[in-house]
């Protein structure tokens, strides 16, 4: 999988108990899953069904808390936000219905050119989004078909900002984020001359950028109350505030439920 994603190939796997440390990869952890009268003992037995639910999430959502209805028993992890921050994709059985955890990939290594979002499923999608349109239009429509002409260069661009502009439509990239340039730099790396005359022999140089956003996974809600209490000859009006926690286990791009606890605690003393 790892070597296939240095191409055009944009798939993932899904296999269990597997720390790749890779964002191609996604580490299914989970045992003991109750569907019905069957119990799958390992989560190998049950990737299927997880990688159903992540091919089907669309692009401007995320898989975290995705329902699982048909679940009614998992083993618990003791220390969720560990094994999340660890790239671990579990199951979340609260007495609700069970669901996905925070939808992370196995990803745990960040290397210095490299971004956090690497760690969540949706945002390495919404860029293997880009990266195989990209590959795929210059393929089919350029690659070898014409003139490596500026006319020519140009129309190629229009057609991957129009795609990038899609993106931002369907809320996958932020709005007026993204574009698509000759990346002069290389041009002028390439041959100084190449820039005034506009010839890069067989070579084009393209930058794509764009803000990619994520979904709503970590809440705090305020809850504000008054109080009148009547004396002889004033009113005592009491105000004070309650916050609820609804923080996704782990801390990838976000805070740990007990950061968000404690956070609470400061506020309300």
Known sequence: MKEQ???????????PDTAADHEGIINFTASNIKVGATTYETGGKYTSRIAGILTGTPADCSATYAPLPEVTGVDTIEDADAAINNGKLILINDGRPAKLGRAVTSKTTVADDETQALKKIKMVA???????????????NYQGKCSNTYDNKCIL???????LKELENGDVLLEKSSGAELD????????????????????????LFGYVLDAMEDFA????????ECKEDYIWLKFWTQLWYG???????????SRWQSATAARSS
Do not use: M
């Open 247 to 257: 923080a996704v286990p782990g801390a990838v791009c976000g805070w740990t439920a």
């Open 126 to 140: 919404a860029v293997d989004l880009i990266r195989y349109y990209a590959l795929t239009t210059i393929e089919d």
């Open 184 to 207: 002069a730099n290389r041009i002028k790396a390439l041959d100084n001359a190449a820039v005034v005359k506009e010839d890069t022999g067989s070579h084009v140089f393209i930058r």
């Open 221 to 228: 809600v305020v809850l504000a109350s008054w109080q009148c």
């Open 157 to 163: 661009l229009t057609a991957l900002r129009g795609y």
């Open 5 to 15: 994603r240095k191409g055009r190939y944009i798939g993932k796997a899904v296999p």
